[in-house]
């Protein structure tokens, strides 16, 4: 499976603090913690001994201890003690599953196979304030979130009266265009919006631009019309199994004024307009071979599908 050669957002880093911290990544359960160096480390959540899961132990002087019968392992996955054999000194093959993890965007990143590329995806210059949105439980793929993500004509309907309005349904002739490595970009596409931010006093004219960052990410940015603040946001979703994902937005903006929790607020209050739609889909997995009725508004739907067919993903698809 290829996506276990990818690199995948697990968890915001500060979220993984003191105590052991169980999450999913494709379909495989794993603990993440902290090592006596403070470095993360990502391991397979079942212990070696009798398969107990780790997550349920602790970080006893920068060794993860499991909860069933106190072995301890060291970051690098080793066994270093048993408390049932004081004297004992456990062989490498009592040694814990251990992962790639890497550091990127305030987000920890894993790898379950052998990496593709060395690091996660990187980004173009962002506006420099950050605030993450998330992370959101979401019972649909992550393929299909990413999907709704790049998805312009349901604007009109999911967010009546916020990022769209009935009387500017139409969808413009816009174009996609490819990077180097095969990624689809919409360099422009204009979008009246009655709402278009936390701060938006009215409607305005606002001009986005969407990249696909990697299989589960794009990126959105908005600029709107004269000198308003402009935003960015990243999509990163984390394929947790075939059918459920863990999204987090990070919101870039040129905006200083705004706190913090009025921009949550809104962009919970937009992801709730859409977590409903996005969980009434079926298959939940995407389909890459057809069974959707395609419309020319749907063209960056169809380039990221090609996309995704490309480079031969087959978790969240069908
Ligand atoms: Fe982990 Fe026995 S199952 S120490
Ligand atoms: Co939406």
């Not at 270093?80 to 990143?109: E, N």
Request: charged share 20%; net charge negative.
């Amino acid at each position: 499976m290829v996506e276990r050669d990818h690199w995948w957002p697990v968890a915001l880093a500060d979220d993984v603090g003191a105590a052991p911290v169980p999450v999913t990544l494709l379909d495989e359960p794993l603990v993440l913690w902290r090592d006596g160096a403070g470095a993360v480390q990502a391991f397979a959540d079942r212990c070696p001994h009798r398969g107990a899961r780790l997550s349920l132990g602790a970080v006893v002087e920068g060794q993860l201890r499991c909860p069933y019968h106190g072995w301890r392992f060291d970051g690098d996955g080793r066994c270093r003690a048993i408390p049932a054999l004081p004297g004992f000194a456990p062989p490498d093959g009592h040694a814990a599953c251990r992962h790639a993890v890497a550091q990127a965007h305030g987000l920890l990143w894993v790898c379950l196979g052998t990496p593709v590329a060395p690091a996660p995806p990187s980004l173009p210059p962002l506006p420099p304030r950050r605030v993450v949105h998330g992370p959101f439980d979401v019972a649909t793929s992550a393929p299909r979130a990413i999907e709704n993500f790049l998805d312009t004509a349901h604007f009109a309907y999911v967010h009546e009266g916020w990022l769209g309005a009935p009387t500017h349904a139409e969808v413009p002739p816009y174009e996609v265009t490819l990077t180097a490595d095969g990624r689809p970009v919409v360099p422009d596409y204009p979008a009246w919006q009655p709402r278009a931010t936390a701060r938006a006093q009215g409607g305005a004219w606002v001009r986005y631009r969407y990249e696909v960052l990697s299989p589960y990410a794009a990126l959105l940015q908005k600029q709107p019309e004269g000198d308003a603040p402009a935003d960015a946001y990243v999509m990163w979703a984390c394929p947790t199994t075939p059918e459920t994902c863990r999204v987090w937005f990070v919101q870039h903006t040129t905006d200083t004024t705004t706190p913090d929790a009025a921009l949550r607020e809104f962009q919970s209050a937009i992801f709730a307009q859409d977590r409903p739609i996005l969980e009434s889909q079926t298959p939940k997995r995407l389909p890459l071979f057809g069974g959707e009725a395609m419309c020319a508004a749907d063209r960056l739907s169809a380039a990221y599908r090609r996309y995704l067919r490309a480079a031969g993903i087959t978790f969240g698809v069908c």
